[in-house]
């Protein structure tokens, strides 16, 4: 391992070996057929996947490699693991700015005194249109320096849980910033803006316009612009709207303008609370599906996030269109959602043929990763319908890798076969967990997690190995993380230094407020 520089704790990106052989692993592949190898391995030449199969098969396919790239190719003995293809997670906010005042370090120890949230209960939906009205213009108070300390760390934390490709739905953080930490860190990132141009804001009424709709659009576009050019491989960017309520017609309009002319996904929270069809046809006429269609963004570009609470036609209008359903079911509960139990929906729409994954979301605070959502899925989906066949485990890791890729637009990531990008988790499958237990992912699901990922591979390099880092100083990412939240929370959101600095002390070397 090279030496890593003190300042930003990043060196450079691993070399990638000319040939990589994952050896001997209990691999799924997440394919459409489900297929997986009890004892199989992976072969990865430059950054693609070159084989998959048992051992015998995979070894005879690097056999036949060329002699310079067999000589230099490396192997990591995978017995006793997981081989899985790397999560992808396509609904994503990188929010560690908040991780003070937003329902975060700074909350009472105890939780016996806690209230209903706001998105409890059915949802205070004007309420959260105008915090989320809010979000771009505090977040654009961040320096560069601040934006890219915040969004490394953050972004290595989707990395130790083995997310390898990100959507962002609006961060609050700058997508410059964002897109540079993914560069640093070294996975993918779809970076967007936490775009809106108006608020459905308490004891109004009507929809209130905030911001210059061209404004947002050019700067929206810019971005897109910036982003095809990428020449890292690692970032791309796409359309987004933090919330349908905040999207007036001809923000949306646009947004689906370029989302067409950049090729790009367009996504946004649109369903996701009971409260929020009254809110929406008190303020903008109609309810939420169908003004996505009225603005011309219900197509196979859509990724609709959460996306439960729809009458019967909403339903039809969002399988006619093949849009895309992302959920997070981890998620809900702790927030005080009822998106996927309440009505059904969701898993419905699955079964009905549309496409739908699972996601993290995001919060102050870590929230629970991929594995985590698997988890939450596959026991929800079954105890909904009585039925344990309902959610296969192999189903929940489809829906965490292969078609979360597709909400991305991205084929060729979250499977692994032939051809396909080599980004791959590996999980030490060997302990008391699963002791005679013949489906390893089974009981990861039951009793694993995020903090089991031990090796993290994209597009062929090792960027995680025995649970660290490889290129990254992981104490010294934390310092300058914390260092960047004390600056931000005392300049730009008022919170007193001696609060600031009470909270912080004593967590990580040099961190001090």
Same mark, same amino acid.
């Given at each position: 391992?090279?030496?890593?520089?003190?300042?930003?704790?990043? @060196?450079?990106?691993?070399?990638?070996?000319?040939?990589?052989?994952?050896?001997?692993?209990?691999?799924?592949?997440?394919?459409?057929?489900? &297929?997986?190898?009890?004892?199989?391995?992976?072969?990865?030449?430059?950054?693609?996947?070159?084989?998959?199969? *048992?051992?015998?098969?995979?070894?005879?396919?690097?056999?036949?490699?060329?002699?310079?790239?067999?000589?230099?190719?490396?192997?990591?003995?995978?017995?006793?693991?997981?081989?899985?293809?790397?999560?992808?997670?396509?609904?994503?906010?990188?929010?560690?700015?908040?991780?003070?005042?937003?329902?975060?370090?700074?909350?009472?120890?105890?939780?016996?005194?806690?209230?209903?949230?706001?998105?409890?209960? @059915?949802?205070?939906?004007?309420?959260?249109?105008?915090?989320?009205?809010?979000?771009?213009?505090?977040?654009?108070?961040?320096? *560069?320096?601040?934006?890219?300390?915040?969004?490394?760390?953050?972004?290595?934390?989707?990395?130790?849980?083995?997310?390898?490709?990100?959507?962002?739905?609006?961060?609050?953080?700058?997508?410059?910033?964002?897109?540079?930490?993914?560069?640093?860190?070294?996975?993918?990132?779809?970076?967007?803006?936490?775009?809106?141009?108006?608020?459905?804001?308490?004891?109004?009424?009507?929809?209130?316009?905030?911001?210059?709709?061209?404004?947002?659009?050019?700067?929206?576009?810019?971005?897109?612009?910036?982003?095809?050019?990428?020449?890292?491989?690692?970032?791309?960017?796409?359309?987004?709207?933090?919330?349908?309520?905040?999207?007036?017609?001809?923000?949306?309009?646009?947004?689906?303008?370029?989302?067409?002319?950049?090729?790009?996904?367009?996504?946004?929270?649109?369903?996701?609370?009971?409260?929020?069809?009254?809110?929406?046809?008190?303020?903008?006429?109609?309810?939420?599906?169908?003004?996505?269609?009225?603005?011309?963004?219900?197509?196979?570009?859509?990724?609709?996030?959460?996306?439960?609470?729809?009458? &019967?036609?909403?339903?039809?209008?969002?399988?006619?269109?093949?849009?895309?359903?992302?959920?997070?079911?981890?998620?809900?509960?702790?927030? @005080?959602?009822?998106?996927?139990?309440?009505?059904?929906?969701?898993?419905?729409?699955?079964?009905?043929?549309?496409?739908?994954?699972?996601?993290?979301?995001?919060?102050?605070?870590?929230?629970? @990763?991929?594995?985590?959502?698997?988890?939450?899925?596959?026991?929800?989906?079954?105890?909904?319908?009585?039925?344990?066949?309902?959610?296969?485990?192999?189903?929940?890791?489809?829906?965490?890798?292969?078609?979360?890729?597709?909400?991305?637009?991205?084929?060729?990531?979250?499977?692994?076969?032939?051809?396909?990008?080599?980004?791959?988790?590996?999980?030490?499958?060997?302990?008391?967990?699963?002791?005679?237990? *013949?489906?390893?992912?089974?009981?990861?699901?039951?009793?694993?997690?995020?903090?089991?990922?031990?090796?993290?591979?994209?597009?062929?390099?090792?960027?995680?190995?025995?649970?660290?880092?490889?290129?990254?100083?992981?104490?010294?990412?934390?310092?300058?993380?914390?260092?960047?939240?004390?600056?931000?929370?005392?300049?730009?959101?008022?919170?007193?230094?001696?609060?600031?600095?009470?909270?912080?002390?004593?967590?990580?070397?040099?961190?001090?407020?």
């Amino acid at each position: 391992m090279s030496a890593v520089p003190a300042e930003g704790g990043a @060196g450079p990106l691993p070399e990638r070996a000319p040939a990589l052989l994952v050896r001997g692993g209990c691999v799924y592949t997440a394919d459409a057929d489900a &297929a997986m190898h009890p004892s199989g391995s992976v072969l990865v030449v430059g950054d693609t996947i070159a084989a998959v199969g *048992p051992v015998a098969e995979v070894d005879a396919a690097a056999a036949a490699l060329p002699a310079p790239v067999r000589a230099g190719m490396r192997t990591v003995e995978a017995g006793r693991h997981l081989v899985l293809p790397g999560f992808v997670n396509a609904h994503w906010h990188e929010m560690f700015a908040l991780r003070l005042p937003f329902k975060g370090a700074l909350r009472d120890p105890r939780d016996a005194s806690d209230e209903p949230g706001v998105m409890a209960l @059915g949802g205070d939906v004007r309420k959260i249109s105008a915090m989320f009205d809010t979000f771009q213009d505090v977040a654009d108070g961040l320096t *560069p320096g601040e934006a890219e300390a915040v969004a490394r760390y953050s972004l290595w934390t989707q990395l130790r849980s083995g997310t390898t490709a990100l959507g962002d739905v609006g961060s609050f953080n700058r997508a410059e910033a964002l897109a540079a930490a993914a560069r640093t860190v070294g996975v993918r990132c779809a970076v967007s803006h936490w775009t809106g141009d108006g608020v459905c804001a308490p004891g109004e009424g009507r929809f209130r316009r905030t911001r210059d709709t061209d404004a947002v659009l050019s700067r929206l576009e810019d971005l897109l612009a910036d982003c095809a050019r990428d020449p890292s491989g690692l970032v791309t960017a796409q359309a987004s709207a933090a919330y349908v309520t905040n999207v007036s017609d001809g923000l949306g309009k646009g947004l689906g303008e370029l989302a067409r002319a950049y090729d790009v996904p367009f996504a946004t929270h649109v369903g996701a609370l009971r409260r929020e069809a009254e809110v929406m046809r008190e303020y903008h006429g109609t309810t939420p599906v169908r003004r996505l269609a009225d603005l011309g963004l219900l197509d196979d570009r859509l990724v609709a996030v959460h996306c439960a609470f729809l009458d &019967a036609e909403e339903r039809s209008l969002l399988l006619a269109a093949g849009a895309h359903v992302s959920h997070s079911p981890a998620k809900y509960g702790p927030t @005080g959602e009822s998106t996927l139990t309440e009505t059904r929906a969701i898993p419905e729409l699955r079964r009905a043929g549309l496409d739908v994954s699972l996601s993290t979301d995001g919060g102050a605070l870590p929230v629970g @990763g991929m594995p985590e959502a698997m988890r939450a899925a596959w026991h929800a989906y079954t105890e909904m319908y009585a039925d344990n066949t309902a959610l296969l485990p192999t189903d929940a890791l489809a829906m965490a890798t292969r078609i979360a890729a597709r909400a991305l637009r991205r084929p060729d990531l979250g499977v692994l076969e032939p051809g396909r990008q080599a980004d791959l988790v590996l999980v030490p499958a060997g302990d008391w967990r699963y002791l005679l237990n *013949p489906r390893p992912l089974e009981g990861f699901l039951n009793l694993g997690g995020s903090a089991d990922v031990r090796t993290v591979i994209v597009a062929g390099r090792v960027l995680l190995e025995d649970g660290r880092a490889v290129h990254l100083d992981e104490e010294q990412l934390a310092a300058d993380y914390l260092r960047a939240l004390a600056s931000f929370s005392t300049r730009r959101l008022g919170i007193a230094p001696e609060a600031v600095a009470g909270v912080l002390a004593g967590h990580v070397r040099g961190a001090e407020a």
